[in-house]
């Protein structure tokens, strides 16, 4: 049945406890890969913003603790709903100092996560953010 | 239930056909209240907000609330299986939504195109319902087939678009499955489900309540499933960033393949450039307009 395909948002759903819409293609959509349990929050350079489908990421340049810089991907929702929310492809740039909240991968082999809000370049709250980091659903 | 029906779809065959500048303009691009799209992917409002604009009550017989029960169990099992990080299989690849889920719960943007003969209601997710307004009867039973997306005509009434629909099909259930209709898919949403036959038949009435909103009251027929006619409401307001068709691309560059039962995100792919830093080049610029 046709519900099956609304596991695409299903993890954000049980977090956000809000309304979650369909949402076809599971393996390709699914966010069940971050541990939606736990924020935190990155600052760093942008590398690239990779304004693909079926999901936009930004690709986070971090310091570690050690003051090794190391390669976020940061997962979005599709082009589609970023541009409904004002979101274009040139909304970052490389160079760009931001910070993000966002849901960590469960597997820490690779690092990333899943948006949930940030604070661009200018100091602002990016696009469909909350007023601050730390205010996300 | 058939003459329900013909009462509220065939009023009058003359209606169809008026004068193309007797047509509304619904141009723009609309969304389903409630289903604004944030940066995280989630929406703006709760399910039980749009419970109550849907009016959501679904008139089901004990056999299909029994089925749509036994359902919700196993649902549950394979939702708990995803918030592991798990995949627990039957995943899809296709941005196919089908109807009547296009016009009820769904999170994409659509157009609506006017024309004396045919109303097209084109979704983000590249699916297009074609409403055929010239007077022609449903496709001759020798001729149907289910499909996700039925078999609709239409006319006007005024400036109502009254479209009546057959031959729905689930677009990822067995071919002789009917479709279903659920308020909104997360946790909750298991719990408000209607399944239906590839018998149902659905009526609407689309018209504008104001300069922003669309409005389609819908009626479901089907009582192999359903004691009574299922009546539900449903508002689009216009898209506010974007003022053209973007649309879905479910394929792409796909970074989260499943490995080993588990979802996984990977790195970007090496041998492309990136694409927020670096300039066009030159030849693929367009063309400045004549």
């Known amino acids: 049945m046709n519900w099956l395909r609304n596991y695409a948002f299903i993890a954000i759903a049980a977090i956000i406890a809000t309304m979650v819409a369909a949402g076809p293609a599971l393996a390709h959509h699914s966010f069940a890969m971050f541990d939606q349990s736990k924020k935190v929050t990155v600052q760093g350079t942008v590398k690239d913003f990779r304004w693909s489908n079926p999901h936009v990421f930004i690709q986070l340049l971090v310091k570690n603790d050690a003051g090794i810089e190391e390669e976020w991907s940061i997962e979005m929702t599709s082009p589609e709903h970023l541009a409904r929310v004002g979101w274009r492809p040139g909304t970052l740039k490389a160079g760009d100092k931001i910070t993000l909240v966002l849901h960590p991968l469960r597997d820490g082999t690779i690092k990333g996560g899943q948006y949930l809000s940030g604070i661009g370049p200018d100091g602002q709250p990016l696009l469909g953010s909350p007023a601050s980091p730390g205010e996300g659903k | ?290």
């Open chain 2, 1 to 290: 239930m058939a003459a329900l029906a013909t009462a509220l779809v065939a009023k009058s065959a003359a209606k169809t056909g008026a004068p193309s500048t007797a047509l509304p303009d619904w141009s723009g691009q609309w969304e389903n209240v409630g289903a604004t799209p944030d940066a995280t992917g989630g929406f703006n409002q709760t399910l039980e907000q749009v419970l109550k604009q849907m009016e959501w009550s679904p008139p089901l017989n004990a056999a299909t609330k029994a089925k749509v029960d036994a359902m919700q169990a196993r649902e549950r099992k394979r939702l708990e299986a995803v918030a592991r990080g798990e995949d627990p299989g039957g995943a899809f690849t296709a941005c196919t939504f089908g109807y009547p889920g296009l016009m009820l719960d769904t999170p994409l943007m659509f157009e609506v195109l006017i024309t004396p003969k045919e109303t097209a209601l084109i979704f983000s997710s590249r699916e297009i319902r074609h409403i055929y307004t010239d007077g022609r009867p449903h496709t001759r039973k020798e001729d149907l087939w289910a499909t996700p997306w039925g078999d609709s005509i239409g006319h006007w009434e005024g400036q109502t678009l009254v479209m009546d629909t057959i031959a729905v099909k689930d677009p990822y259930g067995p071919e002789d499955s009917g479709s279903d209709v659920s308020a909104f898919g997360d946790v909750e949403g298991f719990l408000t489900i209607g399944i239906l036959t590839q018998q149902a038949h659905f009526i609407e009435r689309m018209r504008m309540i104001d300069p922003g909103h669309l409005e389609d009251q819908m009626t479901i027929i089907d009582p192999a499933n359903l004691t009574a006619p299922w009546h539900m409401r449903r508002t689009y307001e216009r898209v506010a960033h974007i003022h053209r068709m973007v649309y879905e691309d479910c394929d792409g560059e796909d970074r989260n393949p499943v490995v080993n039962g588990k979802f996984t995100l990977t790195p970007p792919p090496p041998d492309t450039p990136p694409t927020a830093s670096a300039p066009a080049p030159k030849s693929a610029q367009p063309a400045p307009p004549k």
